[in-house]
C-alpha cells in the first residue's frame, strides 16, 4: 500500500504552496534522497500549481509500517519549508489511494473536470521512472491511477464545455467559424479578460487588430498579443472587416451601436459577425442581435455559459465517484491478493532450488551422458513441474488474501502453515528466487472466483 | 442473383438503420466519449456499399438501367447523398449531419420498394434524353438532399447560439455555422446545373406530349418552383448577401417541393402510370 502526504488548494494558501515549488532539476535529487530512508522504498512528487503530495509506498514493499513512511515524508516536506507542518494532509493505505484515484480524475482539483491534473500525474510517474525511485507497488498503482482517470474522463462529461469566460468566448467563436485561420479580430479597448480572449484567437489562428482612443496604447497592445494597431478613427472600417469583435472599454455608452454594425454587415454581403463585449456598462448596443448572422455575448452570457458547464461537471461528478470508488476497490482487492506474495515467492524459491539441487547431482552422476538440448528439456521440465504444483497453493493463498473476515483459513495462518512446514523465511527464500514473481497467477478477483470451493475449517482444528 | 439483391437489401437497411441511430446517440450523449460515434460512418459507408449493390444486381436481374425506372432512380438518388456527404464529411467537419443522411437513406432504399420496378416507356421522346433527364434529376437531387440537410442543421445551430441554449454542452457536436453555410452553397451550386437540365428537358417532353392532367401540371409547377427557389438563393447569396438564415430557409423550401415533386412521380409511378 501506499501513503500521500502533502497540501493542495484546499489547505494551504498559495503564499504556502508556493514555498514547496521544487525545479525541475531539483526533482530527482529530492526523490532519491527521499528513498535513502530506510522505511522509504518508492516515491514519487505530482507538483502542480494547486497541490505538492508525496506518493511513496514502503521498502518492504505491502508489508511496510506505513505510519513510519508517511512520517518520513513528512520530514521531507518540512525540511524544505519548516512552516508548512499545519497545512500537510496524510492520507495512508487505501484512503492514500482513493485520494490519488480522486487527484489524477480530477475530482480534487480547483476546476472540476480540468485535464492538466492527468497529464501531471503521468509526468510525475515518468520523472519518478527516470530517476528510479518507483517500485513494485508504484509501479501498479499509477497505471491503475491513470486508468481511473482514463475511464471517467471518457465514461462521464466531467471534463466537457469550457470553465473560463476567455476559452468558451473562444469556443463560441470556433461554433460559429470552425476554423480561425484567415479570420480577422478586432479588440476594441483593453482589460486582462478581452486580452486573454486575444491570445487564445490568436493562437486559433486570427489574425489581430487592437483599436484604441490612446494609441500608443493600442501599439503597447497589440505587440503584446502578436496583432496591428489602428486608431479610434478606424474603428467602423475595422469592424467590417472583422470577423469577430470583442469590446472591453470603459465608456459609459455603446461604443459599437446598431448603425455602425448595420453599415457594416451590408459591406460584409452577410457573412456573420460575433461581438464579445466584456465591457460594464457594455459596449455593444444589444440591437444588433436583431440582425440576420450578428451573434452577440456579453459578459453575462459567457459567465452563464461556465456556471451550466461547471454544474454541469458536477452533476457528472457522482458518476466519475462511482468509478473512482469501483477502481480503488479493485486496486484494494489486488493489494490484499499481493500480501500472499512473500510465502508464495518464498515456496516457490524452495521447491526450485530443492529441484535444481537434485537434478545437477543426477547429471553429474548417472544422467551425464545427457545432451545439451536433452539437459534444457528436462530443466524446462522441472520448471514447469514447480508451477504446476504450486498453481493451487497459490491460488488458495490470495483466494484467503481475498476473502478475510470469512470461515475460511486466513491468509496469516496458511502462511504460517506454510513457512512452518516448509521451514521457509520469506526474506531469504525469497531473495534467493531467481526470478521471484514471475509466472504468478493474477491476483484478481475473478481468478479466485473460479476456483472450486476451499474446505472450510473448524476452529478447533486450528 | 435474386438472393445477393434481398440480402443486400435487407442488410443495407440494417447498417443504415444502425448508422442513423448511432448518429442521434452521438447528439443526445452526455458523456466524453466518442467510441461508439466512430462507428456510424463506417456503418453508413457499409449501408451504401450494400445499397449499391442492391441496385446493380436488382437491376441486372430484372433488366432495368438503374436510371431507366423510377424505383432505381429513387434508391440511387439516396445513394449519391450518401456518397456525397462520406466524400463531404471530414473536410467540411459535417459529422452530425449523417444524422440525417442515414435516415433520408434509409427511407429511399425503403421507399423506393413500393415503386414498380418496371422500365418507364414515354411514347414521343427521345429515349436518350429521357435518361439524361433522369440521370440530372437524380444527381441534382443526391446533392439537394445534402443543402437541406445541412440548411436544417445550420437553424438548428443558429437558433441554438442566438437563445445561447445548451451551448456548452452541443458545442463540439454540430458543425460551425460557417461550414454549413458553405457546404449548402457549394451543393447548390453543384446541383443547380443537372436541375436546370432536368427542369429544362422536362419542359421540351411536356410541350412534345401535349396536354397534361392536373397532378402532372402540379409536378411541373412544383418543379419551377423548386428551380427559383434554388436558384433565387444562389442569385441573391451573389448580389444581395442572401447568407446563412435566409438561405438556409430558400434551401430547405426548394428541397421541400423538390421532395414533392418526387413524391407525386413516385405515386404515379406506383399507380401503375408510365413517366
Known amino acids: ?462 | 442473383m435474386i438472393d445477393i439483391a434481398t440480402v443486400a437489401f435487407y442488410l443495407g437497411v440494417i447498417a443504415y438503420s444502425a448508422a442513423a441511430t448511432l448518429f442521434f446517440l452521438d447528439m443526445a450523449r452526455r458523456d466524453g466519449s466518442n467510441s461508439r460515434a466512430q462507428w456510424a460512418p463506417r456503418l453508413l459507408a457499409l449501408g451504401g456499399a450494400l445499397h449499391a449493390v442492391h441496385v446493380v444486381t436488382a437491376s441486372l436481374l430484372s433488366r432495368v438501367c438503374p436510371i431507366d425506372s423510377l424505383h432505381f432512380a429513387l434508391s440511387f438518388t439516396a445513394l449519391i447523398a450518401v456518397g456525397a456527404y462520406l466524400a463531404l464529411r471530414g473536410r467540411l467537419r459535417l459529422f452530425a449531419l449523417g444524422a440525417f443522411i442515414a435516415p433520408i437513406a434509409l427511407t429511399f432504399l425503403v421507399g423506393a420498394q413500393f415503386v414498380g420496378q418496371s422500365s418507364e416507356s414515354v411514347l414521343g421522346v427521345s429515349r436518350t434524353l429521357l435518361l439524361f433527364h433522369i440521370a440530372a434529376n437524380v444527381g441534382g437531387v443526391g446533392l439537394f438532399l445534402i443543402a437541406g440537410a445541412a440548411g436544417s442543421v445550420y437553424l438548428v445551430q443558429e437558433r441554438r447560439l442566438r437563445t445561447k441554449q445548451r451551448v456548452a454542452q452541443m458545442g463540439s457536436r454540430l458543425p460551425p455555422l460557417d461550414a454549413l453555410d458553405r457546404t449548402t452553397h457549394r451543393l447548390l451550386l453543384a446541383g443547380f446545373p443537372l436541375l436546370t437540365f432536368g427542369v429544362v428537358t422536362g419542359a421540351v417532353f411536356s410541350h412534345q406530349l401535349g396536354s397534361a392532367s392536373s397532378a402532372e401540371s402540379l409536378r411541373s409547377l412544383l418543379g419551377y418552383a423548386t428551380w427559383l427557389l434554388l436558384g433565387g438563393v444562389l442569385v441573391l447569396r451573389k448580389t444581395a448577401g442572401f447568407r446563412g438564415r435566409k438561405a438556409a430557409y430558400g434551401t430547405i423550401a426548394g428541397v421541400v417541393c423538390m421532395l414533392i415533386v418526387m413524391l407525386l412521380y413516385a405515386v404515379r409511378a406506383s399507380s401503375g402510370a408510365s413517366l
Not at chain 1, 480572449?197 to 498579443?225: D, H, P
Open chain 1, 1 to 462: 500500500m501506499i501513503v500521500v502526504v502533502g497540501l493542495s488548494h484546499r489547505t494551504a494558501p498559495i503564499a504556502v504552496r508556493e514555498k514547496l515549488v521544487l525545479s525541475a532539476e531539483g526533482l530527482p535529487d529530492f526523490l532519491r534522497e527521499l528513498v535513502q530512508h530506510p522505511q522509504v522504498g518508492e516515491a514519487l512528487l505530482v507538483s502542480t500549481c494547486n497541490r505538492v503530495e508525496l506518493v511513496a509506498a514502503g521498502r518492504a514493499g505491502f508489508e511496510s509500517d506505513l505510519t513510519q513512511v508517511a512520517q518520513a515524508c513528512i520530514e521531507a516536506l518540512s525540511k524544505r519549508a519548516p512552516d508548512i507542518s499545519p497545512h500537510l494532509y496524510t492520507h495512508v493505505g487505501a484512503g492514500a489511494v482513493r485520494h490519488l484515484f480522486r487527484v489524477a480524475a480530477s475530482l480534487d482539483s480547483m476546476v472540476l473536470g480540468e485535464p492538466q491534473i492527468l497529464g501531471q500525474v503521468k509526468d510525475a510517474y515518468e520523472v519518478a521512472r527516470a530517476t528510479g525511485t518507483v517500485g513494485p507497488v508504484l509501479h501498479r498503482t499509477l497505471p491503475r491511477a491513470i486508468r481511473a482517470a482514463k475511464r471517467v474522463r471518457t465514461e462521464t462529461a466531467i471534463g466537457s464545455g469550457q470553465v473560463s469566460v476567455p476559452s468558451v468566448a473562444v469556443d463560441l467563436t470556433r461554433q460559429i467559424f470552425g476554423d480561425l485561420a484567415g479570420h480577422v479580430a478586432v479588440l476594441v479597448g483593453s482589460g486582462e479578460m478581452a486580452e486573454s480572449v486575444a491570445r487564445l484567437l490568436k493562437v486559433a489562428g486570427a489574425s489581430i487588430i487592437v483599436v484604441g482612443r490612446t494609441l500608443a496604447k493600442a501599439e503597447a497592445l497589440a505587440s503584446a498579443v502578436g496583432g496591428t494597431a489602428r486608431p479610434w478613427s478606424a474603428l467602423a472600417d475595422s469592424i467590417t472587416v472583422a470577423d469577430v469583435i470583442v469590446t472591453s472599454t470603459s465608456a459609459p455608452h455603446h461604443v459599437v451601436d446598431f448603425e455602425m454594425v448595420s453599415a457594416a454587415r451590408k459591406a460584409r454581403k452577410g457573412r456573420n459577425q460575433f461581438f464579445i463585449d466584456l465591457a460594464v456598462p457594455r459596449d455593444v448596443e444589444p440591437r444588433i442581435e436583431e440582425l440576420d448572422g450578428e451573434f452577440l455575448y456579453n459578459i453575462d452570457d459567457l459567465s452563464k455559459v461556465v456556471s451550466e458547464t461547471l454544474s454541469s461537471r458536477s452533476r457528472e461528478a457522482t458518476a466519475a465517484e462511482a468509478i473512482v470508488r469501483l477502481e480503488a476497490e479493485g486496486y484494494d482487492r489486488w493489494a490484499d491478493a499481493e500480501q500472499a506474495t512473500p510465502t508464495i515467492v518464498a515456496l516457490r524459491a524452495r521447491l526450485s532450488a530443492a529441484l535444481e539441487a537434485e537434478l545437477s547431482r543426477s547429471l553429474r552422476g548417472r544422467l551425464k551422458h545427457l545432451s545439451v538440448e536433452d539437459r534444457s528439456a528436462l530443466s524446462k521440465m522441472l520448471e514447469s513441474s514447480v508451477n504446476r504444483l504450486l498453481h493451487q497453493p497459490t491460488i488458495r493463498l490470495r483466494q484467503a488474501a481475498l476473502e478475510r473476515g470469512s470461515e475460511l483459513l486466513s491468509l496469516e495462518q496458511l502462511s504460517a502453515a506454510i513457512n512452518e512446514l516448509f521451514a521457509l523465511d520469506t526474506d531469504q527464500d525469497a531473495e534467493s528466487s531467481p526470478d521471484n514473481t514471475a509466472d504468478l497467477p493474477e491476483a484478481e478477483g475473478s481468478s479466485a472466483s473460479s476456483l472450486p470451493p476451499r474446505p472450510r475449517v473448524v476452529a478447533s482444528r486450528r
